[in-house]
Protein backbone atom coordinates (compact mmCIF):
# COMPACT_ATOMS: atom_id res chain seq x y z
CA UNK A 1 0.00 0.00 0.00
CA UNK A 2 1.30 3.70 -1.11
CA UNK A 3 1.66 5.23 3.05
CA UNK A 4 0.82 8.39 1.44
CA UNK A 5 -2.81 7.29 0.94
CA UNK A 6 -2.36 5.08 4.00
CA UNK A 7 -6.09 6.11 5.87
CA UNK A 8 -5.51 3.56 8.55
CA UNK A 9 -5.60 6.14 11.41
CA UNK A 10 -9.64 6.68 9.90
CA UNK A 11 -11.30 4.41 11.89
CA UNK A 12 -9.52 5.93 14.73
CA UNK A 13 -10.64 9.52 14.48
CA UNK A 14 -14.17 8.67 13.58
CA UNK A 15 -14.52 7.14 17.09
CA UNK A 16 -12.98 9.98 18.77
CA UNK A 17 -16.32 12.06 19.73
CA UNK A 18 -17.50 8.61 21.38
CA UNK A 19 -14.50 7.97 23.19
CA UNK A 20 -14.54 11.58 24.80
CA UNK A 21 -18.15 11.15 25.67
CA UNK A 22 -18.15 8.13 27.84
CA UNK A 23 -15.27 9.40 29.75
CA UNK A 24 -16.40 9.70 33.55
CA UNK A 25 -14.44 10.66 36.10
CA UNK A 26 -13.91 7.73 37.88
CA UNK A 27 -12.02 6.02 40.71
CA UNK A 28 -8.73 5.83 38.39
CA UNK A 29 -9.45 9.42 37.54
CA UNK A 30 -9.47 10.14 41.15
CA UNK A 31 -5.81 7.99 41.59
CA UNK A 32 -4.13 10.27 38.64
CA UNK A 33 -1.28 12.57 39.99
CA UNK A 34 -1.08 15.45 37.86
CA UNK A 35 -1.46 19.29 38.50
CA UNK A 36 -3.37 18.88 35.13
CA UNK A 37 -5.71 16.52 35.41
CA UNK A 38 -8.81 18.48 36.26
CA UNK A 39 -7.67 20.73 32.78
CA UNK A 40 -7.26 17.37 31.04
CA UNK A 41 -10.71 16.36 32.21
CA UNK A 42 -12.40 19.67 30.88
CA UNK A 43 -10.16 19.79 27.76
CA UNK A 44 -11.95 15.63 27.07
CA UNK A 45 -15.38 16.58 28.86
CA UNK A 46 -15.89 18.99 26.01
CA UNK A 47 -16.44 16.67 23.54
CA UNK A 48 -17.48 18.15 20.35
CA UNK A 49 -15.47 20.84 20.75
CA UNK A 50 -11.81 18.93 21.49
CA UNK A 51 -12.86 15.94 18.85
CA UNK A 52 -13.50 18.76 15.78
CA UNK A 53 -10.67 20.23 17.08
CA UNK A 54 -8.22 17.22 16.62
CA UNK A 55 -9.88 16.54 13.34
CA UNK A 56 -8.89 19.75 12.13
CA UNK A 57 -5.09 19.11 13.71
CA UNK A 58 -5.09 15.72 11.10
CA UNK A 59 -6.92 17.75 7.98
CA UNK A 60 -3.94 19.96 7.84
CA UNK A 61 -1.10 17.70 8.28
CA UNK A 62 0.98 16.67 5.83
CA UNK A 63 1.56 13.04 4.84
CA UNK A 64 4.67 11.63 4.60
CA UNK A 65 6.67 8.43 2.78
CA UNK A 66 6.72 6.63 6.16
CA UNK A 67 3.15 6.50 6.82
CA UNK A 68 3.53 9.96 9.27
CA UNK A 69 1.40 13.12 9.44
CA UNK A 70 3.25 16.28 9.96
CA UNK A 71 1.74 18.93 11.87
CA UNK A 72 4.65 21.65 11.61
CA UNK A 73 7.84 21.53 9.46
CA UNK A 74 10.50 21.94 12.14
CA UNK A 75 9.40 21.60 15.67
CA UNK A 76 6.43 19.87 17.36
CA UNK A 77 3.56 21.72 16.71
CA UNK A 78 2.17 23.44 19.80
CA UNK A 79 -1.96 24.36 20.36
CA UNK A 80 -3.53 26.47 22.28
CA UNK A 81 -6.64 24.71 24.40
CA UNK A 82 -8.18 25.99 27.07
CA UNK A 83 -5.92 28.24 27.91
CA UNK A 84 -2.59 25.81 28.29
CA UNK A 85 -0.43 25.29 25.65
CA UNK A 86 0.18 21.34 24.63
CA UNK A 87 1.81 19.67 21.98
CA UNK A 88 -0.40 18.73 18.78
CA UNK A 89 0.37 14.73 19.51
CA UNK A 90 -0.25 15.33 23.44
CA UNK A 91 -3.67 16.59 22.59
CA UNK A 92 -3.89 13.76 19.84
CA UNK A 93 -2.78 10.93 22.38
CA UNK A 94 -4.60 12.18 25.77
CA UNK A 95 -7.35 13.48 24.75
CA UNK A 96 -8.01 11.55 21.61
CA UNK A 97 -7.94 8.64 23.45
CA UNK A 98 -9.73 10.18 26.50
CA UNK A 99 -6.87 9.12 29.15
CA UNK A 100 -5.23 11.98 31.38
CA UNK A 101 -1.46 11.23 31.86
CA UNK A 102 0.15 10.83 35.49
CA UNK A 103 2.68 13.24 36.36
CA UNK A 104 5.71 11.10 34.81
CA UNK A 105 3.43 9.83 31.54
CA UNK A 106 4.75 11.11 28.06
CA UNK A 107 3.94 10.20 24.40
CA UNK A 108 6.07 8.30 22.57
CA UNK A 109 6.25 8.37 19.28
CA UNK A 110 7.00 5.02 17.43
CA UNK A 111 7.97 6.39 14.51
CA UNK A 112 10.63 8.98 16.27
CA UNK A 113 9.16 11.98 14.38
CA UNK A 114 8.29 14.36 17.12
CA UNK A 115 6.24 16.39 14.26
CA UNK A 116 4.24 13.51 13.87
CA UNK A 117 0.53 13.53 14.84
CA UNK A 118 -0.54 10.16 13.29
CA UNK A 119 -2.32 8.71 16.50
CA UNK A 120 -1.26 5.24 15.60
CA UNK A 121 2.21 6.17 15.45
CA UNK A 122 1.51 7.67 19.45
CA UNK A 123 2.01 5.85 22.35
CA UNK A 124 2.29 5.45 26.16
CA UNK A 125 5.31 5.27 28.01
CA UNK A 126 7.15 6.76 31.12
CA UNK A 127 10.09 9.29 31.09
CA UNK A 128 12.81 7.20 31.37
CA UNK A 129 11.72 4.98 27.97
CA UNK A 130 11.14 8.11 26.29
CA UNK A 131 15.14 9.51 27.21
CA UNK A 132 16.20 5.71 25.99
CA UNK A 133 14.18 5.97 22.61
CA UNK A 134 16.00 8.70 22.09
CA UNK A 135 19.90 7.04 23.12
CA UNK A 136 18.79 4.08 21.09
CA UNK A 137 18.22 6.19 17.67
ZN1 LIG B 1 4.77 9.01 12.58
Redesign the pocket.
Known amino acids: MNPLSDQSWQPWLDGVSQRLRQFTRDDLFALTVTPDRDWWAGVIEDADRTAEQIKVLLGETKP ?1 D ?4 EASDVRSKRVSVNGQQVYAYQLVYWAGNALIPNADDVVR ?3 H ?1 RR ?1 I ?1 PL ?1 LSHGTQLENINDTRDR
Do not use: A, D, Q, S
Open positions: TEGCLHKCNCNH
